[in-house]
Protein backbone atom coordinates (compact mmCIF):
# COMPACT_ATOMS: atom_id res chain seq x y z
CA UNK A 1 0.00 0.00 0.00
CA UNK A 2 1.27 3.37 -1.07
CA UNK A 3 1.12 6.20 1.50
CA UNK A 4 0.50 9.48 1.58
CA UNK A 5 -0.68 12.68 3.95
CA UNK A 6 -3.48 14.73 4.75
CA UNK A 7 -2.36 18.44 5.24
CA UNK A 8 -4.30 21.55 6.63
CA UNK A 9 -3.89 25.42 4.85
CA UNK A 10 -2.49 28.04 6.07
CA UNK A 11 -5.21 29.23 8.67
CA UNK A 12 -3.38 29.80 11.90
CA UNK A 13 -6.37 27.99 13.90
CA UNK A 14 -5.65 24.56 12.17
CA UNK A 15 -2.49 22.40 13.10
CA UNK A 16 -0.66 20.51 10.46
CA UNK A 17 -1.05 16.57 11.32
CA UNK A 18 0.80 13.68 10.26
CA UNK A 19 -0.94 10.53 9.06
CA UNK A 20 -0.87 7.86 6.17
CA UNK A 21 -3.22 7.22 3.29
CA UNK A 22 -3.38 5.77 0.06
CA UNK A 23 -1.26 8.47 -2.24
CA UNK A 24 -2.11 8.58 -6.20
CA UNK A 25 0.01 6.01 -8.11
CA UNK A 26 2.87 7.26 -10.57
CA UNK A 27 4.10 4.39 -13.07
CA UNK A 28 8.43 4.59 -12.91
CA UNK A 29 10.63 2.34 -14.86
CA UNK A 30 12.67 0.16 -12.60
CA UNK A 31 15.28 -1.75 -12.87
CA UNK A 32 14.87 -5.43 -11.24
CA UNK A 33 16.74 -5.81 -8.21
CA UNK A 34 17.93 -8.65 -6.60
CA UNK A 35 16.10 -9.96 -3.32
CA UNK A 36 17.85 -8.44 0.13
CA UNK A 37 18.87 -10.88 2.02
CA UNK A 38 18.53 -11.08 5.50
CA UNK A 39 21.19 -10.35 7.70
CA UNK A 40 22.72 -13.01 10.03
CA UNK A 41 21.12 -11.50 13.14
CA UNK A 42 17.74 -13.46 12.07
CA UNK A 43 17.81 -17.03 11.70
CA UNK A 44 16.19 -17.76 8.42
CA UNK A 45 13.01 -19.57 10.26
CA UNK A 46 13.06 -15.89 12.10
CA UNK A 47 11.92 -14.27 8.69
CA UNK A 48 7.90 -14.48 9.45
CA UNK A 49 6.77 -11.04 10.60
CA UNK A 50 3.50 -10.65 9.99
CA UNK A 51 0.22 -8.71 10.99
CA UNK A 52 -0.32 -11.35 13.89
CA UNK A 53 3.52 -11.67 15.23
CA UNK A 54 4.58 -8.38 14.77
CA UNK A 55 5.27 -7.43 18.28
CA UNK A 56 6.42 -10.63 19.74
CA UNK A 57 9.22 -11.02 16.77
CA UNK A 58 10.15 -7.25 16.92
CA UNK A 59 10.64 -8.33 21.10
CA UNK A 60 12.61 -11.29 20.20
CA UNK A 61 14.74 -9.21 17.35
CA UNK A 62 15.12 -6.16 19.80
CA UNK A 63 16.88 -8.34 22.37
CA UNK A 64 19.63 -9.91 19.58
CA UNK A 65 20.06 -6.55 18.13
CA UNK A 66 20.64 -3.90 20.86
CA UNK A 67 21.92 -0.92 18.27
CA UNK A 68 20.49 2.36 18.91
CA UNK A 69 22.08 4.97 16.21
CA UNK A 70 21.45 4.93 12.55
CA UNK A 71 22.80 6.99 9.88
CA UNK A 72 20.58 8.27 6.98
CA UNK A 73 22.97 8.74 3.62
CA UNK A 74 21.02 11.41 1.33
CA UNK A 75 22.30 13.46 -1.81
CA UNK A 76 21.91 16.64 0.84
CA UNK A 77 24.27 14.86 3.09
CA UNK A 78 23.20 12.75 6.02
CA UNK A 79 21.45 12.62 9.20
CA UNK A 80 22.26 10.92 12.56
CA UNK A 81 20.03 9.33 14.97
CA UNK A 82 19.49 8.07 18.17
CA UNK A 83 16.67 5.57 18.81
CA UNK A 84 15.74 5.42 22.30
CA UNK A 85 15.72 2.37 24.16
CA UNK A 86 12.51 3.17 26.21
CA UNK A 87 10.51 2.74 22.92
CA UNK A 88 11.85 -0.90 22.43
CA UNK A 89 9.37 -2.49 19.71
CA UNK A 90 9.96 1.06 17.68
CA UNK A 91 13.34 1.14 17.99
CA UNK A 92 13.43 -2.78 16.93
CA UNK A 93 11.20 -2.28 14.28
CA UNK A 94 13.47 0.88 12.60
CA UNK A 95 16.62 -1.44 12.84
CA UNK A 96 15.03 -4.57 11.14
CA UNK A 97 14.11 -2.53 8.12
CA UNK A 98 17.42 -1.16 8.42
CA UNK A 99 19.30 -4.07 8.19
CA UNK A 100 17.22 -5.88 5.40
CA UNK A 101 17.60 -2.63 3.14
CA UNK A 102 13.95 -1.62 3.25
CA UNK A 103 14.41 2.27 3.84
CA UNK A 104 17.29 1.77 0.72
CA UNK A 105 14.16 1.85 -1.65
CA UNK A 106 12.36 4.92 0.18
CA UNK A 107 12.08 8.51 -0.26
CA UNK A 108 12.04 11.69 2.04
CA UNK A 109 8.62 11.76 0.40
CA UNK A 110 7.08 14.81 2.32
CA UNK A 111 8.26 17.68 3.04
CA UNK A 112 6.46 20.49 4.85
CA UNK A 113 8.80 23.16 5.90
CA UNK A 114 8.40 24.99 9.18
CA UNK A 115 6.78 21.74 10.14
CA UNK A 116 8.19 18.13 9.00
CA UNK A 117 10.32 16.02 6.47
CA UNK A 118 8.83 12.60 6.00
CA UNK A 119 10.45 9.41 4.60
CA UNK A 120 9.55 5.92 4.66
CA UNK A 121 7.56 5.44 1.36
CA UNK A 122 8.57 5.61 -2.18
CA UNK A 123 6.27 4.51 -5.63
CA UNK A 124 8.74 2.36 -6.27
CA UNK A 125 7.42 -1.47 -6.98
CA UNK A 126 10.50 -2.54 -4.62
CA UNK A 127 8.95 -0.75 -1.67
CA UNK A 128 5.55 -2.03 -2.16
CA UNK A 129 7.09 -5.46 -2.57
CA UNK A 130 8.86 -5.04 1.05
CA UNK A 131 5.14 -4.03 2.42
CA UNK A 132 2.99 -6.91 1.21
CA UNK A 133 5.62 -9.34 2.05
CA UNK A 134 4.69 -8.16 5.96
CA UNK A 135 1.34 -8.04 5.30
CA UNK A 136 1.07 -4.05 6.15
CA UNK A 137 1.83 -4.72 9.81
CA UNK A 138 1.21 -1.95 12.33
CA UNK A 139 2.91 -1.58 15.84
CA UNK A 140 1.38 -0.53 19.12
CA UNK A 141 1.82 2.98 20.26
CA UNK A 142 4.79 3.38 22.97
CA UNK A 143 4.10 7.16 23.96
CA UNK A 144 6.41 8.19 26.64
CA UNK A 145 5.31 11.42 28.98
CA UNK A 146 9.04 12.49 28.84
CA UNK A 147 9.22 12.23 24.99
CA UNK A 148 7.75 15.56 23.27
CA UNK A 149 8.19 16.72 19.60
CA UNK A 150 11.17 19.05 19.47
CA UNK A 151 13.22 19.74 16.90
CA UNK A 152 14.81 16.78 15.43
CA UNK A 153 12.77 14.73 17.22
CA UNK A 154 12.28 11.20 15.23
CA UNK A 155 8.51 10.44 15.37
CA UNK A 156 6.52 7.26 13.51
CA UNK A 157 3.20 8.30 11.13
CA UNK A 158 -0.07 6.68 11.97
CA UNK A 159 -3.43 6.46 9.99
CA UNK A 160 -5.58 9.00 10.73
CA UNK A 161 -8.52 7.60 10.53
CA UNK A 162 -10.69 4.04 12.48
CA UNK A 163 -7.52 4.03 14.34
CA UNK A 164 -8.31 4.74 18.16
CA UNK A 165 -5.72 2.76 19.64
CA UNK A 166 -2.99 4.79 17.81
CA UNK A 167 -1.08 1.92 15.86
CA UNK A 168 1.94 3.43 14.18
CA UNK A 169 2.97 2.49 10.67
CA UNK A 170 6.34 0.88 10.79
CA UNK A 171 7.21 2.16 7.96
CA UNK A 172 6.84 6.03 7.90
CA UNK A 173 8.38 8.09 9.69
CA UNK A 174 9.27 11.85 10.15
CA UNK A 175 11.33 14.08 11.94
CA UNK A 176 10.54 17.43 13.29
CA UNK A 177 11.88 20.32 11.40
CA UNK A 178 9.65 23.16 13.31
CA UNK A 179 12.19 24.63 15.13
CA UNK A 180 9.50 25.36 17.65
CA UNK A 181 8.88 21.37 17.61
CA UNK A 182 5.50 20.24 17.11
CA UNK A 183 3.42 19.72 20.39
CA UNK A 184 -0.03 19.28 19.50
CA UNK A 185 1.44 15.28 17.93
CA UNK A 186 2.10 15.18 21.22
CA UNK A 187 0.21 11.69 23.15
CA UNK A 188 -0.64 10.92 19.32
CA UNK A 189 2.03 10.13 17.90
CA UNK A 190 5.20 7.32 19.25
CA UNK A 191 8.35 9.41 19.50
CA UNK A 192 11.13 6.63 19.28
CA UNK A 193 14.50 8.93 18.85
CA UNK A 194 15.97 12.03 17.49
CA UNK A 195 18.72 13.36 15.46
CA UNK A 196 22.28 13.79 16.84
CA UNK A 197 24.02 15.41 13.77
CA UNK A 198 22.64 16.62 10.51
CA UNK A 199 20.12 19.27 11.04
CA UNK A 200 21.71 21.20 8.30
CA UNK A 201 20.75 18.36 6.24
CA UNK A 202 17.15 18.41 7.34
CA UNK A 203 17.21 22.23 6.57
CA UNK A 204 18.74 21.88 3.38
CA UNK A 205 15.30 18.74 2.51
CA UNK A 206 12.77 21.53 3.65
CA UNK A 207 14.39 23.84 1.19
CA UNK A 208 13.46 21.95 -1.92
CA UNK A 209 10.69 22.61 -4.21
CA UNK A 210 6.97 20.70 -3.75
CA UNK A 211 3.73 20.28 -4.96
CA UNK A 212 0.69 21.78 -3.22
CA UNK A 213 0.84 18.38 -1.74
CA UNK A 214 3.94 18.09 -0.09
CA UNK A 215 5.68 15.48 -2.47
CA UNK A 216 9.08 16.71 -3.76
CA UNK A 217 9.37 17.52 -7.54
CA UNK A 218 12.49 16.02 -7.43
CA UNK A 219 12.56 12.30 -5.51
CA UNK A 220 15.11 12.30 -2.18
CA UNK A 221 16.16 8.95 -1.96
CA UNK A 222 17.81 7.68 1.17
CA UNK A 223 20.39 4.91 2.16
CA UNK A 224 20.33 3.89 6.07
CA UNK A 225 22.78 1.99 7.86
CA UNK A 226 23.06 0.90 11.48
CA UNK A 227 26.09 2.68 13.03
CA UNK A 228 28.22 0.00 15.32
Known amino acids: MFTGIIFFNCNPNKKETVTTKPK ?7 KKQKKPLIKKEIAPSWDTLNKKNAQEFLK ?3 ELNKETKVIIKT ?7 RL ?10 FIFLTKIKY ?21 LASTAKFRK ?30 N ?6 PFNFYIVQSKNGARHLDKEHTVFGEVISGFSTIEKIAK ?4 SDDWPLVDIPMTVEVLK
Open 24 to 30: KIIKKEE
Open 60 to 62: KYG
Open 75 to 81: SFGNIKL
Open 84 to 93: YKDTPIHRAN
Open 103 to 123: FNTAYFYRVSKNFVVQGGDSD
Open 133 to 162: KYQHYRLQPEIRKNRRHRYGSLAAAKDAEN
Open 164 to 169: PKKLSS
Open 208 to 211: VRVG
